[in-house]
């Protein structure tokens, strides 16, 4: 049983550039979140994918943008890149059925983003 | 809605002493609860979670929270402190339908020799 893996680890960008980051879930899982974790801070809630579908968004613009694939992995994209947006960014897989989240949540080891 | 507070951003304790992390929840409905653990550079761990069923949740490592709905807190708890057991530990809530977690600040533990 493969974990959740995350690409790249670490990433350098410029302000104003654009970013996309991956994450390839546990096998098994049909549903990712995207979370912002700030120097000192607790992960916060971007969005979350289920079946190709997004499933919620916390208090992110729009120019976060995601995709879920048919196997489930997943992309973030970040537009108009600002300095703000330096953060490690985790990727968390799950398995839902029915109305319910029936497993815990598996984080991956993370993506370091630094704006410039 | 949901939030999490975690009291004290640092705790400090000696090895074999007893590890106490505070956390307090505030849902509009019965949430699930969970504590994960931080090592640096690395993601996140589930170290336990409380689901609605037994209040005293037991995790990995020795560590247990127990779940007190009426002071809406989820303490975590281990009788005795490892060098090991030095990281950051946040508190998380979910709604029982999403697991979209909120997460806590977080806390980190410090454990001297």
């Known amino acids: 049983e493969t974990g959740v893996t995350q690409s790249p680890t670490h990433l350098i960008k410029t302000r104003g550039q654009q970013v996309t980051l991956r994450c390839s879930s546990q096998s098994g899982h049909n549903t990712v979140s995207w979370y912002q974790q700030a120097l000192g801070q607790g992960p916060q809630f971007i969005f979350q994918?289920?079946?190709?579908?997004?499933?919620g968004r916390g208090n992110f613009p729009p120019r976060f943008s995601g995709l879920q694939f048919p196997n489930y992995s997943s992309e973030l994209n970040v537009n108009a890149l600002e300095l703000d947006d330096s953060a490690l960014y985790l990727c968390?897989?799950?398995?839902?059925?029915?109305?319910?989240?029936?497993?815990?949540?598996?984080f991956g080891q993370g993506t370091r983003l630094t704006v410039v | 809605a949901q939030s999490v507070t975690q009291l004290g951003s640092h705790v400090s304790v000696s090895e074999g002493a007893l590890v106490l992390l505070r956390c307090n929840y505030s849902?509009?409905?019965?949430?699930?609860l969970f504590w994960y653990v931080q090592y640096p550079n690395q993601g996140l761990q589930l170290l336990l979670k409380?689901?609605?069923?037994?209040?005293l949740v037991k995790g990995i490592n020795g560590f247990e929270a127990e779940f007190k709905k009426s002071e809406t807190s989820f303490h975590l708890t281990k009788p005795s402190a490892h060098m090991s057991d030095a990281a950051e530990y946040f508190c998380a809530a979910a709604l029982p339908s999403n697991y979209k977690l909120t997460f806590g600040k977080g806390t980190l533990l410090t454990v001297n020799p």
């Open positions: 409380y689901t609605s069923a037994a209040t």
């Open positions: 849902s509009s409905v019965p949430p699930y």
């Open positions: 968390a897989s799950s398995l839902a059925g029915g109305a319910r989240m029936n497993t815990e949540a598996f």
């Open positions: 994918y289920y079946r190709e579908e997004e499933n």
